[in-house]
């Protein structure tokens, strides 16, 4: 199961941080992926990034927001968060965490407005 | 990035009847890495299929998917009134792409 937390509104400019906790699996797991995924009426669904372990922590991320995204994993709380910097009103939608590359398990979502 | 088209936009059926939806990729998706999501109103989306036509845990087998390359189509059987919601198809073989999605009502 996945439980989302974070801010329902951000101001423009501003860094929207969402949290994914994550039960029943471990984020530091080698056969599962941790994703990040937004839905709006104008992009659709539209994934943002991912982060796994293999050994080693690897980060993927859309190029569409690569250059103000970060997804960490933090593994004394099981749990992995977004972080998207230098927000517009275009990035207002509903945010979701969802496990795996096809999308086995998703959060609940959360709606992110972004306005002043 | 592979560019994912969903077609029709909206299907309109009765209960008992059949329903076929396309997605067409804009090139080759690799290991068939398709997959097919349900989502109804206020929800997220739910996995039906993975790998073009293997079901997720729990979905009925009047849920079936072929298809290869770029053309890939899901088929629901014997639809009930529950089965109204819009339907996307997701590739994974590289960076992660959704379709625009179908709606399906049942009337």
């Known amino acids: 199961q996945l439980q989302q937390s974070g801010p329902g509104l951000v101001k423009p400019s501003q860094t929207l941080s969402l949290t994914c906790a994550i039960s029943g699996d471990s984020v530091s797991s080698n056969r599962a992926a941790w994703n990040w995924i937004r839905q709006s009426p104008s992009r659709g669904l539209e994934w943002l990034g991912r982060t796994y372990y293999r050994s080693k922590w690897f980060n993927d991320y859309a190029v569409s927001v690569k250059s103000r995204i970060a997804i960490n994993p933090d593994t004394s709380k099981n749990q992995f968060s977004l972080h998207l910097n230098s927000v517009t009103p275009e990035d207002t939608a509903v945010y979701y965490c969802?496990?795996?590359?096809?999308?086995?398990?998703w959060g609940q979502g959360t709606l992110v407005t972004v306005s002043s | 990035e592979i560019v994912l088209t969903q077609s029709p936009g909206t299907l309109s059926l009765s209960p008992g009847e059949r329903a076929t939806l396309s997605c067409r990729a804009s090139q080759s998706v690799t290991s068939n890495s398709l997959a097919w999501y349900q989502q109804k109103p206020g929800q997220a989306p739910r996995l039906l299929l993975y790998g073009a036509s293997s079901r997720a845990t729990g979905i009925p087998d009047r849920f079936s998917g072929r298809g290869s390359g770029t053309d890939f189509t899901l088929t629901i059987s014997g639809l009930e009134p529950e089965d109204s919601a819009v339907y996307y198809c997701q590739q994974y073989a590289g960076s992660h792409t959704f379709g625009q999605g179908t709606r399906l009502e049942i009337k």
């Open positions: 969802a496990r795996g590359w096809e999308y086995t398990s």
